[in-house]
């Protein structure tokens, strides 16, 4: 790439967080690139050299560039995924969240473009073009701050600016172990004094939470929030000290069983954290908090089902319920995150014993005849063939029954004693 946008010209520099993770060795697989330059036409030559799709914003000058398939096997021959495309941003000096915050994106040099970036950690850049390739850019000292393990704003007024920085100073402290420098911690204070978070929607606090929230470890943050007084503007509501921390610090635990055992299917880990913060909530409570951040239908859900998981892992634990299908009869229309939520509400070795072979039978266990097959059978069709079905499925996830020859012999033995 450094060759391509050295015959058109342009500088070509990875910046932010890659250049950040490199220094702290760190993986990070998100490259950003930024270029002295039309960001579209560098990738349109990109493509039309050596291959891969283009996906271009003119009105941001952005442009993503799909990875040919050919490179990515030499890249990465594994195909985990991991990286798949590449981002190029023309340099600019406005930071803009929202399309219609937008300025008209001005071309400008990679200093100015630097220079509006939230912390120097985040400024160093590294230069791509083949003779001066590698070359570290630091205008503002990130390289030091890095090796001291300093969070430092640019300005005075960065945080007046956007308070969402103030929850990602804490996030990067609390992900890399450093600590926010005494200064930035000031203008942070004053700014959460001056009430200045209320400037910001509830949606892009939402964003910042969830992105702590998705944090290896997320709850030194929670705590360093309470300690820098921005939790009471979040969640006022929830008390820091009050939250259940054995449960909290189980979630890695549980997420890793799932992991191996529901592979690939997407799980929002920060919504099990955020089920537990607001556990203890009254309904009033949880759904003022519902309606200041929007959360969309499915949130509500996972957040309104914890009681009943809570109560159903309560019988399991108690030994009141431990059959997969009187598991199935509480869980069955649970989400996903209910479903870790279920297990990490689990107390007792004999409960989690019985909650996971309920989880894996449940994903394993199919009725495998259907309606076709009862009309073949000679059943009139009706609201009994659910009733059926259904009656197969408790007996299968039980395990008395595995085989679908096992099923139809079910079938001929209702008839008989005409069960249904
Ligand atoms: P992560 O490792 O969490 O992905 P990142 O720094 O790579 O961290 P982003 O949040 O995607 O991730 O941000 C990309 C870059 O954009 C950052 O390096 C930062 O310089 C800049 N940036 C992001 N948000 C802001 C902001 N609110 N104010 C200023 N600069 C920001």
Redesign the pocket.
């Known amino acids: 790439t450094g060759a391509v946008a050295h015959e058109l010209g342009y500088p070509l520099y990875a ?4 250049v ?2 490199l220094l702290l060795s760190q993986p ?1 697989f ?1 490259v ?1 690139l930024v270029v002295e330059g039309d960001a579209i036409r560098l990738t349109q030559e990109l493509v039309r050299q050596i291959g891969g799709r283009l996906r271009s914003h003119r009105r941001f000058g952005t442009a993503k560039w799909i990875l040919p398939d050919e490179l990515l096997k030499a890249v990465q021959p594994e195909d985990n995924g991991l990286l798949d495309s590449l981002d190029f941003v023309t340099a600019r000096t406005e ?1 803009y ?1 929202h399309p219609t915050a937008l300025p008209t994106v001005e071309r400008s040099s990679i200093k100015q473009d ?1 220079h ?4 120097t ?3 160093l850049a590294v230069h791509l073009n083949p003779d001066c390739f590698g070359q570290l850019i630091d205008y503002f000292g990130g390289r030091q701050d890095i090796d001291n393990g300093k969070i430092r704003i640019l300005y005075n007024l ?1 945080f007046v ?2 308070p ?2 103030i929850l ?1 100073a804490i ?2 402290e609390q ?1 890399y172990n450093f600590k926010i420098e005494p200064d930035t911690l000031r203008f942070a204070q004053d700014a959460i004094a001056r009430r200045l978070l209320r400037k910001l929607s509830y949606k892009r606090i939402l964003q910042e939470l969830i ?1 702590i929230l998705n ?1 290896r470890n997320p709850l030194p943050a929670l705590t360093r929030m309470g300690e820098i007084g921005v939790w009471q503007h979040i969640l006022p509501e929830v008390d820091l000290d009050g939250l259940n921390y054995i449960r909290l610090k189980r979630i890695p635990i549980v997420n890793g069983w799932a992991l191996e055992h529901f592979y690939l299917r997407e799980i929002k880990t920060w919504l099990i954290y955020l089920v537990i913060i607001m556990e203890n909530l009254t309904a009033e409570s949880i759904s003022a908090i519902s309606a200041r951040y929007k959360f969309d239908k499915y949130i509500v859900r996972v957040i309104e089902e914890a009681d009943l998981a809570r109560q159903l892992a309560a019988s399991i634990d108690s030994g009141d319920c431990t059959e997969n299908s009187e598991i199935d009869a509480g869980a069955s229309h649970f989400c996903n995150e209910t479903l870790l939520y279920l297990l990490l509400c689990i107390n007792s070795e004999n409960g989690w014993q019985y909650a996971t072979a309920y989880l894996q039978a449940k994903d394993m266990v199919k009725v495998e005849i259907d309606g076709h097959d009862l009309k073949a059978l000679g059943i009139k069709p009706g609201p009994v063939y659910s009733k059926i079905l259904n009656e197969l499925y408790r007996m299968k996830l039980n395990g008395a029954i595995t085989s679908r020859e096992e099923e139809t012999a079910l079938v001929h033995k209702f008839l008989k004693e005409g069960i249904f």
């Open positions: 910046v932010g967080g890659f950040r993770d990070n998100d950003d930071f969240e630097l509006r970036r939230d912390f950690i985040n400024t960065s600016e956007d969402t920085r990602r996030r990067f992900r992105l944090e």
